[in-house]
């Protein structure tokens, strides 16, 4: 930063090396933890998170069942020890935002009226974050309901494009969320071509807007292929341990 204008590329790329259409690394293992129905472990880029879920099973408290589908429910949670300054602990206005926008984006693909009178719940620990974690924490989660065995009509992938020195470019990391012109994630359903969340901080004109879908669109469908590795190779492990 010079005289408090942030710069944000540097011979053509950005401050991490990536070009403008690039993803931050990804990392997918889906089934590490024993207690829960499904569960994913997810890095992407500085983010970590974890997802675990369980269900279908009975709702508590019992009047908030539906007697035609099951509820699903999201509770998004980061850690205070996940950003530089410490966050204090608990819900706050930012993460009941989060888990009520990532449980609209989710809740669409779930197959729910095969469960009525049940909930689906799905929790999302973030253990490190570096912008993105809404995104991270949906890809997690989606790949950890697929490995609950919830039926569904696709597995749900998220990831964000924003704005940096008046150019249009995929997956923001800390400094170009924080000093950056726009951030926009989007979620969608790549089997079908769905959206299923949009959101948008800051200022983009509609060919921007435009620019910015076609690379999340591309950046979602590299970040599916992923979704669905991990999930093979954990039925391949799970199929392995039988024999
Ligand atoms: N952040 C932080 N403290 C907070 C909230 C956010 O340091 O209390 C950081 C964190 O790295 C987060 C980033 O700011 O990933 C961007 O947060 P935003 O609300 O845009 O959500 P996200 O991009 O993580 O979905």
Do not use: W
Not at 42 to 47: A, F, P, Q, S, V
Not at 72 to 86: C, I, L, T, W
């Amino acid at each position: 930063m010079a005289d408090g204008v942030y710069t944000f590329f540097k011979d053509g790329l950005r401050l991490d090396g990536r070009r403008k259409d690039e993803l931050r690394p990804l990392k997918i293992e889906a089934g590490v933890l024993k207690r829960a129905d499904g569960s994913c472990y997810l890095e992407h880029g500085g983010n970590k998170v974890m997802a675990a879920v369980y269900g279908p099973r009975e709702v508590h408290p019992r009047h908030l069942h539906n007697v035609t589908q099951a509820i699903v429910r999201y509770k998004y949670n980061m850690a205070s020890f996940s950003v530089d300054e410490r966050k204090r602990p608990g819900p706050d206005r930012r993460s009941i935002e989060i888990s009520k926008v990532s449980r609209e984006a989710m809740e669409s693909v779930v197959l729910k009226e095969r469960f009525p009178r049940t909930a689906i719940d799905v929790f999302v620990e973030v253990l490190q974050s570096d912008a993105g974690t809404r995104a991270a924490g949906i890809n997690a989660a989606s790949v950890a309901m697929a490995d609950a065995g919830i039926p569904m009509k696709g597995l749900v992938t998220s990831c964000a494009f924003g704005k940096i020195d008046g150019e249009v470019v995929l997956d923001l990391c800390k400094e170009e969320d924080n000093y950056g012109e726009a951030d926009v994630p989007v979620a969608m359903i790549p089997r079908t071509g769905d959206i299923t969340m949009i959101q948008m901080d800051g200022h983009l004109t509609f060919d921007e807007f435009k620019e910015g879908m076609k690379l999340a669109i591309r950046g979602c469908d590299q970040i599916y292929e992923l979704q669905r590795e991990a999930l093979i190779e954990k039925h391949q492990n799970d199929l392995k341990a039988k024999e």
